[in-house]
Nanobody
Framework: QVQLVESGGGLVQAGGSLRLSCAAS????????MGWFRQAPGKEREFVAA????????YYKDSVKGRFTISSDSAENTVYLQMDSLKPEDTAVYYC??????????????????WGQGTQVTVSS
């Protein structure tokens, strides 16, 4: 079992920045692909960014490319999502997820086994 706890959400004006953190505990000796998803009110949860354990490749939703950066600190068992140039449409609850490292897909919820409880990000115009 892996437990994931997100933090770093909050209220920010458009154009501002936030850094989300996802702290992992439990069976962290295993290797996982890590992902960030978000869910806005009345909408389905959607993929935002992923970090492959094998090779460290990163992937992003088109609308966040160039603005968001996913990274990790293996010593701290923490994954980050740096969000810059935030827009009101980025407002959502952001979720961290961990999935089997041998999965080659990364953008579907079914690619992930463990989920955090989410952290609210609100971007005002």
């Amino acid at each position: 079992q892996v437990q994931l706890v997100e933090s770093g959400g909050g209220l920010v004006q458009a154009g501002g920045s936030l850094r989300l953190s996802c702290a992992a505990s439990g069976r962290t000796s295993s290797s996982y692909n890590m992902g960030w998803f978000r869910q806005a009110p009345g909408k389905e949860r959607e993929f935002v960014a992923a970090l492959r354990w094998s090779g460290g490749n990163t992937y992003y939703k088109d609308s966040v490319k160039g603005r968001f950066t996913i990274s990790s600190d293996s010593a701290e068992n923490t994954v980050y999502l740096q969000m810059d140039s935030l827009k009101p449409e980025d407002t959502a609850v952001y979720y961290c997820a961990a999935g089997p490292f041998y999965y080659t897909s990364y953008a579907q919820m079914s690619d992930y086994t463990y989920w955090g409880q989410g952290t609210q990000v609100t971007v005002s115009s």
